[in-house]
């Protein structure tokens, strides 16, 4: 069945770049579908942070964009989130996710157990 | 403060029904579909319903979704003490986003 898992630094220091990579298992990316990134800060709700497709195309949260890059590499069968000058509000739990349907994305049926990434000096 | 809003919480004893509402507008809600999430104590969030009123295969039908102008509703009867989560509502905006509501967390009496 398909999994996800997400990978990278829990611990980033403030004003520097975030990066997650989220790995693929039993579907190949190339194949479609949109791939996504959501956050949730502790205790609080869910953040959608942004989408991409296999194709490459991506739509990213208004309130992040000038912020994020989403990137897809087919190759190694992974998508990765850049998140850049962070602070501490960018704490949270991070997730990766598979669109619902090979053409939406505005669901997600697939997710990875998520990683937690703390901004601290 | 999130683009759409549902109680805080809502609660119900073990065997009766409970429904927890989203609001939202014509820029998310009222133009499209919406889907709902359950998020277990410690565990990534769960699709239960997509497209206003569709359950993925494996959801029981106790899980029931509506949808009416710029709201929607989540509807579970006969419930569980499993059952208590915090359920989100989604869907997509015209500002070419994804949103989610607050949450809403649910308490099986």
């Known amino acids: 069945q398909v999994q996800l898992q997400e990978s990278g630094p829990g611990l980033v220091k403030p004003s520097e770049t975030l990066s997650l990579t989220c790995a693929v298992s039993?579907?190949?990316?190339?194949?479609?579908?949109?791939w996504g990134w959501i956050r949730q800060p502790p205790g609080k709700g869910l953040e959608w942070i942004g989408s991409?497709?296999?194709?490459?195309?991506?739509y990213y949260n208004p309130s992040l964009k000038s912020r994020v890059t989403i990137s897809v590499d087919t190759s190694k069968n992974q998508f990765s989130l850049k998140l850049s000058s962070v602070t501490a509000a960018d704490t949270a739990v991070y997730y990766c996710a598979r669109g619902y349907s090979s053409s939406r994305n505005d669901a997600f049926d697939i997710w990875g157990q998520g990683t937690m990434v703390t901004v601290s000096s | 403060q999130s683009v759409l809003t549902q109680p805080p919480s809502v609660s119900a004893a073990p065997g009766q029904k409970v429904t927890i509402s989203c609001s939202g507008s014509s820029s998310n809600i009222g133009n499209n579909y919406v889907s709902w999430y359950q998020q277990l104590p410690g565990t990534a969030p769960k699709l239960l319903i997509y497209?206003?009123?569709k359950r993925p295969s494996g959801i029981p039908d106790r899980f029931s979704g509506s949808k009416s102008g710029t709201s929607a509703t989540l509807g579970i009867t006969g419930l569980q003490t499993g059952d208590e989560a915090d359920y989100y509502c989604?869907?997509?905006?015209?500002?070419?986003?994804?949103?989610f509501g607050g949450g809403t967390k649910l308490t099986v009496l």
């Open positions: 497209d206003n009123n």
């Open positions: 989604g869907t997509w905006d015209s500002s070419l986003s994804g949103v």
């Open positions: 991409i497709y296999h194709s490459g195309s991506t």
């Open positions: 039993g579907y190949s990316i190339s194949s479609g579908y949109y």
